[in-house]
């Protein structure tokens, strides 16, 4: 008899945003359970340092594309649509953000996080899930942030493509289940990777006990997903902060943030 309490097995996985943080810890444990995997991000150069390492033990596809490009965003619907070494399992993790007033920011920056973060994930959903439900079998992991739980001035559009994220994976929850279909919803809070770098925010007066390893929280949502779970809120102190978030008035989420700063 199967373990209940198993890991999923997941034949191939596509991963976005495997190049580094998230995706990569994300890639690094399917591997070592077994599934064969499609790693998707720019920086080519780092996508096939990450299959020579995987290799001989997963299969591993490079796919280099920027998902904030329609045509190159179309190569990997594409590979998701595919009958050929079909993929049961997506991980849209790719996403970033910009800290920053909304006005003083660069307007193409934050379309971009807005292509990226929401029209690249609902496209690659909306191809997973089309293939999926058709074999009767498979599962989404949708990369959100408990910054999607509340307003979050100086990363407005940020935060609001992960509310996005986090509504949409709900629903598709809903839908897509009594299809076969498993749609998690995992939503990070502060999390060690290059996202701070990235995105110009400074996290000095942030209070250490707040992060994560990147590792713990792949972890945390591949299981989450394993288990059923709509959304996966990894780690304690990020249960409470969201549920802070949800019920907090904007005034009082403005007069935290100006602290910490
Ligand atoms: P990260 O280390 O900066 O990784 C982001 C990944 O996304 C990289 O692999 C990057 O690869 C890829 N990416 C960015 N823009 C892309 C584009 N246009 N096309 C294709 N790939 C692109 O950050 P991370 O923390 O792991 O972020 C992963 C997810 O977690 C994001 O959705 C983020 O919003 C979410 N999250 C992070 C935190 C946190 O504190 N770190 C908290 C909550 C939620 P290339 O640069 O090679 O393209």
Same mark, same amino acid.
């Given at each position: 008899m199967s373990d209940p309490l198993a890991p999923e097995r997941w034949e191939r996985a596509l991963v976005t945003g495997a190049s580094s943080g998230i995706g990569l810890a994300m890639a690094e444990l399917l591997a070592e359970r077994?599934?064969?995997?499609?790693?998707?991000?720019?920086?080519?150069? #780092?996508?096939?340092?990450?299959?020579? #390492?995987?290799? +001989?033990?997963?299969?591993?596809?490079?796919?280099?594309?920027?998902?904030?490009?329609?045509?190159?965003?179309?190569?990997?619907?594409?590979r998701l649509g595919s009958a050929v070494s079909p993929i049961d399992l997506l991980v849209n993790n790719a996403g970033f953000g910009f800290s920053g007033d909304f006005i003083g920011l660069d307007p193409d920056g934050e379309t971009a996080v807005v292509d990226v973060n929401i029209v690249a994930l609902h496209r690659l959903a909306h191809a997973a899930g089309t293939a999926m439900s058709a074999r009767g079998r498979g599962g989404i992991l949708n990369v959100s942030s408990i910054a999607g739980y509340g307003p979050a001035p100086r990363a407005a559009t940020y935060a609001a493509t992960k509310a996005f994220v986090t509504s949409f994976s709900e629903a598709l929850y809903?839908?897509?289940? +009594?299809?076969?279909?498993?749609?998690?919803?995992?939503? +990070?809070?502060?999390? #060690?990777?290059?996202?701070?770098?990235?995105?110009?925010?400074?996290?000095?007066r942030t209070p250490g006990f707040?992060?994560?390893?990147?590792?713990?929280?792949?972890?945390?949502?591949?299981?989450?997903?394993?288990?059923? #779970?709509?959304?996966?809120? +990894?780690?304690?102190?990020?249960?409470?902060?969201?549920?802070g978030l949800r019920l907090a008035p904007i005034r009082l989420i403005d007069q935290v943030r100006r602290r910490f700063r």
């Amino acid at each position: 008899m199967s373990d209940p309490l198993a890991p999923e097995r997941w034949e191939r996985a596509l991963v976005t945003g495997a190049s580094s943080g998230i995706g990569l810890a994300m890639a690094e444990l399917l591997a070592e359970r077994g599934t064969d995997l499609v790693v998707v991000a720019r920086d080519g150069a #780092r996508l096939e340092r990450l299959a020579a #390492r995987l290799s +001989p033990g997963a299969e591993v596809e490079v796919l280099v594309a920027d998902l904030g490009d329609r045509d190159q965003l179309a190569t990997a619907v594409e590979r998701l649509g595919s009958a050929v070494s079909p993929i049961d399992l997506l991980v849209n993790n790719a996403g970033f953000g910009f800290s920053g007033d909304f006005i003083g920011l660069d307007p193409d920056g934050e379309t971009a996080v807005v292509d990226v973060n929401i029209v690249a994930l609902h496209r690659l959903a909306h191809a997973a899930g089309t293939a999926m439900s058709a074999r009767g079998r498979g599962g989404i992991l949708n990369v959100s942030s408990i910054a999607g739980y509340g307003p979050a001035p100086r990363a407005a559009t940020y935060a609001a493509t992960k509310a996005f994220v986090t509504s949409f994976s709900e629903a598709l929850y809903s839908e897509l289940g +009594p299809q076969g279909v498993t749609v998690s919803c995992l939503c +990070p809070g502060l999390t #060690r990777t290059e996202f701070q770098q990235r995105s110009g925010s400074s996290t000095d007066r942030t209070p250490g006990f707040l992060w994560q390893s990147a590792e713990a929280v792949a972890r945390a949502g591949l299981d989450g997903l394993d288990r059923g #779970r709509a959304v996966v809120v +990894p780690g304690t102190h990020n249960k409470i902060l969201s549920t802070g978030l949800r019920l907090a008035p904007i005034r009082l989420i403005d007069q935290v943030r100006r602290r910490f700063r």
